[in-house]
């Protein structure tokens, strides 16, 4: 490591900034946030240093640096246009033992400014050691959108309790326990929605319920999380959060690997299938795990693909949740029909061709097919058919038997969403054939309707 990672106290430091352009300006701007008392020395300001200028801890000195500027300073920013200078201004700096930054080189500087995340009092600060701002920025601006704004509510809370915590629970494995419960369950739940009333409420009375073998106090939970078609990067950031922190994971055959990877390896991890015809665990005992997990007090995952309350059964689990007063929340994913017609590049609404889109199911409980088939077969709209692989002849023979065009285009799409995707296109009567001269690995997605001819001119996943 080149450079030691700290995080300066420098409440009412007297600092200087020598430079007022918008490098300083930035600068200036966390210095301030900071609690610094800054002072400002430099004969023209930027625009955005200008705007700074009304704070009250900031004072501007419209003149070139001069030496005697250093006296009394913590820290000193070298900013100015002129390197020469920020070199003289750094080697003063030095013979007062002052700290320096000297703006774009690194090397020569005492410390460097990290790029920070920002959820105050909570800072996450990233450094490449100079090597690479721009790296560092990108890092940022990912862990920006993995950390919520409402983390900075979420550490204000944990802060305005840490004494009274720390009173009431002695232990220090119970109050690691009682902390981590608190900043990963409900209560972190209910301040990263909004409801930071109800989340101080639920605090306090958990302090109150709180004894010394608190690791032993237990209410669980259980999260229904829809997976998405396959591809990690079409997660909810819910969806990604609740992952994270999951204890016993529920997944089905769905769920991808790469998703499967996100969760906690030392989360116990049940595989509970779901092919057609072969379910690995009844879906009683599925309900029956759900249920004894979160009563041991575990925060459950029940992770499923696509949307769990699109032909997932989602509902039927929570039902048995609700009936043992478990609780639970539920995180909608994207349903393959979204995934697949995206990556596909079909719409399934469009002014010109389709007006409703149905999302029918190719597979009943009893292996039977038994769909409204007039409906189906009528002209403007678009027929999505789930888990419809084996029945894609009788699916197709009955629209046309029900009066739909020959021609109506139709499309397969197999894994979508993933790298491995392939698309199969053709029309209701030639599908099938298609499909049974090519081998195909499930899951599957049917598509039917004049919106498939739209992937001639749209499909962009496959062009990459
Ligand atoms: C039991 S259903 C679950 C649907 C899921 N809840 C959803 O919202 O997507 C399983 C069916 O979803 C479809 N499916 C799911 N992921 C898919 C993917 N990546 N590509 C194609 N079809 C998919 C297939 O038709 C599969 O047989």
Not at 69 to 90: C, E, H, P
Not at 99 to 123: E, G, H, Q, Y
Not at 231 to 251: C, G, H, K, S
């Amino acid at each position: 490591m080149k450079q030691l990672p700290i995080f300066l106290n420098i409440q009412s430091s007297a600092c200087l900034i020598a430079g007022g352009g918008p490098a300083a300006a930035r600068k200036a701007k966390l210095l301030l946030q900071a609690g610094a008392k800054l002072m400002v020395v430099t004969p023209t300001l930027s625009e955005s240093m200008l705007l700074l200028l009304d704070s009250a801890n900031i004072e501007h000195l419209q003149r070139d640096y001069h030496s005697d500027d250093l006296q009394g300073k913590t820290m000193v920013i070298a900013a100015t246009d002129n390197y020469q200078v920020n070199l003289q201004i750094a080697a003063d700096a030095k013979q007062k033992a002052i700290l320096v930054n000297i703006a774009d080189n690194p090397i020569a500087s005492d410390f460097t400014l990290p790029s920070i995340v920002n959820r105050d009092p909570l800072i996450v600060a990233i450094s490449s050691s100079g090597t690479s701002p721009v790296l560092a920025r990108m890092l940022k601006t990912r862990l920006e959108a993995f950390i919520p704004k409402s983390y900075s509510t979420l550490a204000t809370l944990a802060g305005e309790f840490q004494v009274e915590i720390k009173e009431k629970i002695r232990h220090v494995g119970a109050r690691k326990a009682f902390w981590e419960k608190s900043l990963t369950g409900n209560i972190a739940e209910l301040v990263l929605t909004g409801h930071e009333t109800k989340a101080r409420q639920a605090l306090k009375t958990a302090i109150n319920n709180a004894n010394q073998n608190y690791s032993n106090a237990k209410t669980g939970e259980v999260y229904l999380v829809g997976a998405g078609p396959g591809n990690p990067d079409l997660l909810t950031f819910r969806a990604l959060r609740l992952i994270q922190q999951a204890e016993v994971v529920l997944y089905d055959r769905l769920v991808s690997d790469s998703i499967m990877n996100l969760c906690p390896q030392q989360a116990e991890h049940i595989y509970v299938g779901k092919r057609r015809a072969d379910h690995a665990m009844p879906q009683a005992n599925i309900n029956q795990t759900l249920i004894d997990h979160a009563k041991a007090g575990k925060r459950v995952l029940r992770l499923k693909g696509g949307d769990p309350f699109i032909f997932g059964r989602g509902g039927e689990e929570i039902e048995t949740l609700a009936e043992h007063n478990i609780p639970f929340q539920v995180v909608p994913g994207i349903t393959a029909a979204s995934g697949c017609a995206s990556y596909a590049g079909i719409p399934l609404t469009h002014r010109d061709h389709a007006q409703s889109c149905t999302f029918i199911t190719g597979h009943l409980k009893d292996g039977s097919i038994n769909l409204d088939w007039n409906r189906l077969a009528g002209t403007d709209q678009t027929i999505v058919c789930y888990m419809g692989l084996m029945g894609l002849p009788i699916i197709c023979e009955q629209l046309i038997a029900h009066g739909i065009a020959k021609d109506t285009p139709a499309a397969l799409i197999e894994r979508g969403t993933t790298a491995e995707q392939q698309v199969h296109t053709g029309t209701v009567s030639t599908l099938p054939q298609i499909i049974s001269s090519r081998t195909v690995t499930a899951p599957t997605l049917i598509i039917i309707g004049t919106v498939v001819t739209l992937r001639k001119k749209l499909d962009w996943f496959e062009q990459q």
